[in-house]
């Protein structure tokens, strides 16, 4: 492995000779692991199927799979040769990801949090089939049914970069979900060759498939049916209408969310070349959030109360918040006296909308009916929001306490949270992405929009 011989160590023939017994331990238990599998595989299916016995191939012979179990192969079968790949994906190295504890709605809830012996530092892929979040979210919303579309999917092909409509991938068996989101679930091609972005020769069957390095990657999960501005589930198709077409930057979700470095991908006599860090950091990670949005106080006029605050999508390359309809960004703004009282406050949502309407209150009635009631009331019950913040877009609040002459302090927060459904004064779940501050001198009482309106209210 790379990182283990540093310096001189390099050409010692010890090390080279330790090096390759390491390998051949790796081949043989790799070996052993797959004939396991293949075989496990093999008695199961003649448990149900006595009779088929004949029609099945040959173990091991011209058209036995490498991985048998498709997308539910574990990943750390793959870690035995990508061992830096797999730390990534497994442990987060080279991020600083914290997968942040939730409660479903009420604080007597109890904590949602990972397995104690999972890594909490993991990514959210490699977490998935452990995260209590979705898999609690199922039980309380869909009866247990048909979530497993996105989470643990089956082998798929990757879609064309300019597919009007994106397909819901197709689920694996319940009882297949507990290996999550796979390093196979990416990789594996529906006939069971490994996919990857070079041409390489490999203990496994693989292919070079360009489309790894694309969008078009990550659709599939990452958006479903077609665009709606403002909807849930629609990353990459905001990616592409809002980023990518109009030339806002030319990076690809990898070019964000999977840095790349030079090493090799495996621990085997390979080149050393540019190799994706596995890490996709997002809600999870400070570090990251904190490089989507900018914000700006602004005084319209001077000696008037009439504030904007522009909230600025900087960093990402698609909207704010983004995905799943839990997510959001709260803009809370207050005016403290100069003896730090606060005097006034107020409070904005970005949110995705949960259906391809805009949240409103008017519809609960109607969403009672809907066989997904539970998801679309908690929704609807929250009232019409702000949408989210497109790519490049500059989004203005406008706020005009009441306040006498004075000099004040105006304070703005943009603060992330993974769950807005649940109480608000939990805050375990939420990160601060940004903190500002104005000071402003205000002189007489009224502001302009409300002088404007008092003038039309005595016409
Ligand atoms: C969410 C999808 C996804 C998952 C899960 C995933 N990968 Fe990848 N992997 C990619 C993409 C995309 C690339 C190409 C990135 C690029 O270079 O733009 C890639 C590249 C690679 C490469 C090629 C490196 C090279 O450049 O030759 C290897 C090897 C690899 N992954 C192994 C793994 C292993 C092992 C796991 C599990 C520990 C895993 N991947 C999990 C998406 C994934
Ligand atoms: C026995 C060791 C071994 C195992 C197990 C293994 N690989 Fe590989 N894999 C390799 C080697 C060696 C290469 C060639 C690497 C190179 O040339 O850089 C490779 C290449 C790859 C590539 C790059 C392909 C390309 O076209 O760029 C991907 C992706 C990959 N493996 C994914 C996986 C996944 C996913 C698994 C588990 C399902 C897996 N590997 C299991 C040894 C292994
Ligand atoms: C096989 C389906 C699938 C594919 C393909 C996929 N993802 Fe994901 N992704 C998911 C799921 C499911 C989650 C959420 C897991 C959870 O929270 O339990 C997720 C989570 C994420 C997160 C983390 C969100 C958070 O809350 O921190 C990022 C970032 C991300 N994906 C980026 C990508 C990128 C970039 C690609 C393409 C290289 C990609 N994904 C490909 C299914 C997928
Ligand atoms: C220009 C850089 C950039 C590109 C390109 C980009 N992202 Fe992001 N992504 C970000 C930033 C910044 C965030 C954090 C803010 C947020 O959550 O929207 C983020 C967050 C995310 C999240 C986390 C959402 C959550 O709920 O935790 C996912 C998932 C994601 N991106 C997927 C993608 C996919 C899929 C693509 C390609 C279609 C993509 N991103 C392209 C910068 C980028
Ligand atoms: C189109 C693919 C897709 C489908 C179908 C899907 N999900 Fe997800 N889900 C995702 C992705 C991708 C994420 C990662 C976060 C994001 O994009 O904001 C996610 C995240 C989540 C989260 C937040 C987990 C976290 O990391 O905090 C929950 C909860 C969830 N999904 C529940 C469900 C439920 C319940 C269903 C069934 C109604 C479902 N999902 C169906 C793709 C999907």
Known sequence: ???????????????????????????VSLWLIMLWLVLALGAERQERHP????????????TAPDFPLGTATP????????EAIYREFAMGFGSDLKYKSII????????????????????????????????????????GESCNACHFPEAFDIPDLERVEIAKPKARPREQEAAGLTCASCHLTPDGKIRGPYEVEAPHQTVADPKMRTSAMCAYC?????????KQTQTFLEWREDFYKPGLGRQHCQDCHMPRTLRKSSDFEVPVRAVAR???????????????????IVQAEEGRPDLEFHAINIGAGHSVPTGSNRRSVYLKAEVVS?????????????????????????????????????????????????????????????????????????RARLIYDLNRYNDRAFAGDQTELYFISLSVYVKGRWTLIEQRRRCEDTK
Not at 15 to 24: E, G, I, K, P, T
Not at 106 to 116: E, H, I, N, R
Not at 353 to 358: L, V
């Open 51 to 62: 009779s088929s016995n004949s029609a099945r191939p040959p173990v091991n012979g011209p």
């Open 278 to 296: 596995h890490l996709w950091t997002g809600g999870h990670s400070t570090q990251r959030l904190r490089t989507a949005l900018n914000l700006v």
């Open 1 to 27: 492995m790379e990182y283990e011989c540093s310096g001189n160590a390099k050409g010692d023939p010890r090390v080279v000779r330790s090096r390759r017994v390491r390998l051949l331990t790796k081949i």
């Open 75 to 82: 990943s750390q079968l793959c870690g035995t040769c990508h």
């Open 338 to 410: 100069r003896g730090g009282k606060i005097l006034a406050s107020r409070e904005w949502m970005f949110a995705p909308w949960y259906g391809d309407r805009p949240d409103d209150r008017t519809f609960l009635e109607e969403d009672k009916k809907r066989p997904d009631a539970v998801a679309a009331l908690q929704a609807d019950a929250q009232g019409p929001h702000e949408a989210p913040i497109r790519a490049g877009e500059e989004r203005v609040l406008t706020w005009a306490p009441k306040l006498k002459t004075g000099k004040y302090t105006v």
């Open 104 to 143: 479903y709605q009420s604080p007597q809830d109890k904590m949602l949090t990972v397995p104690a012996q999972v890594s909490s530092t993991a990514t959210l892929h490699a977490l998935s089939g452990l995260d209590p979040f979705p898999v609690h979210a199922r039980g309380v919303e869909e009866k």
């Open 222 to 230: 990452h958006a479903m049916g077609e665009r709606v501005v403002g």
